[in-house]
C-alpha cells in the first residue's frame, strides 16, 4: 500500500509569494494532521482533520497560514504570503479515527528566502 | 495537557553494543498509547515501536525494546546490537486516544561509533 504522498518535497521561493503544500493520506485513513519541524521549536502540530472536518487549529501560526481538506484523499496547507520564519519542513500524516498510529509522509522541505 | 520529555539531547554508542534512550511523560489519562519514531537525515519520519498503555508487558520489534514503566511514567527504547544504520534522531511521543493527536518529546540525537 502507499503511504502518506506529499508534494513537493522541496520548495525554495521568495517571501511574499504563496505557497501550497499538499497531501495525500493512506487510503482508508479518515484523519490527518499537519506538523511543522524546526530547530527552534521542534515538532509542532498545526491542524488536524477528522473526517475532512477541521478538529484543531490552535496551532495554525497565524492568519497567513490556512488548511483544507476538500474530500477524504486530499489535503492542502497554503501559506499567503510566504516569510523567512516559515521556513521549515512541513509533515503531512494520516491514521483511521479508530486508530492509535500515526504514519508520516516524507515532508516537504519549504525554504523562504 | 500532555507533555513528553527526552533528558538526553545526544548519546553515542558503540557498533553492536547496546544503548537506552530515556523519554518520560505527564498526562492523566489512563488510556493512551506510546511511540518511538526514528528521523534519519533524509528527515523521514519512521515509527519504530509502539506500546499500549494497558498492556504490562514491553513491546519488541526486533533489536528495539522497550521499557515501559507506567506508575513512574516512563518509557525508555533499548537498541541491540546498534548498527550503523541506526544513527538518527528518535523522538518519543504519545497519543491520547485514537484519532486523536501525537505530542512530541524534543528528541535525542543517537550517534553510532564503527
Known amino acids: 500500500d502507499a503511504g502518506v504522498i506529499q508534494s513537493p518535497r522541496h520548495e525554495v521561493t521568495e517571501m511574499g509569494q504563496e505557497v501550497t503544500l499538499r497531501c495525500k493520506p493512506i487510503?482508508?485513513?479518515?484523519?490527518l494532521f499537519w506538523y511543522r519541524q524546526t530547530m527552534m521549536r521542534g515538532l509542532e502540530l498545526l491542524i488536524y482533520f477528522n473526517n475532512n472536518v477541521p478538529i484543531d487549529d490552535s496551532g495554525m501560526p497565524e492568519d497567513r497560514f490556512s488548511a483544507k481538506m476538500p474530500n477524504a484523499s486530499f489535503s492542502t496547507l497554503k501559506i499567503q504570503p510566504s516569510e523567512p520564519r516559515d521556513s521549515a519542513v512541513y509533515f503531512c500524516?494520516?491514521?483511521?479515527?479508530?486508530?492509535?498510529?500515526?504514519?508520516f509522509g516524507e515532508g516537504s522541505w519549504l525554504t523562504v528566502v | 495537557a500532555q507533555t513528553v520529555t527526552q533528558s538526553q539531547p545526544e548519546m553515542s554508542v558503540q557498533e553492536a553494543e547496546t544503548v537506552t534512550l530515556s523519554c518520560t511523560y505527564d498526562t492523566s489519562e489512563s488510556d493512551y498509547y506510546l511511540f518511538w519514531y526514528k528521523q534519519p537525515p533524509s528527515r523521514q519520519m519512521i515509527l519504530v515501536i509502539r506500546q499500549e498503555a494497558y498492556k504490562q508487558q514491553n513491546a519488541t520489534e526486533n533489536r528495539f525494546s522497550v521499557n515501559f514503566q507506567k506508575a513512574a511514567k516512563s518509557f525508555s527504547l533499548k537498541i541491540s546490537d546498534s548498527q550503523l544504520g541506526d544513527a538518527a534522531m528518535y523522538f518519543c511521543a504519545q497519543i491520547k486516544d485514537a484519532g486523536n493527536m501525537l505530542t512530541f518529546g524534543g528528541g535525542t540525537r543517537l550517534m553510532v561509533k564503527p
Open positions: 487510503s482508508g485513513h479518515n484523519s
Open positions: 500524516a494520516s491514521s483511521r479515527v479508530s486508530g492509535n498510529t500515526i504514519y
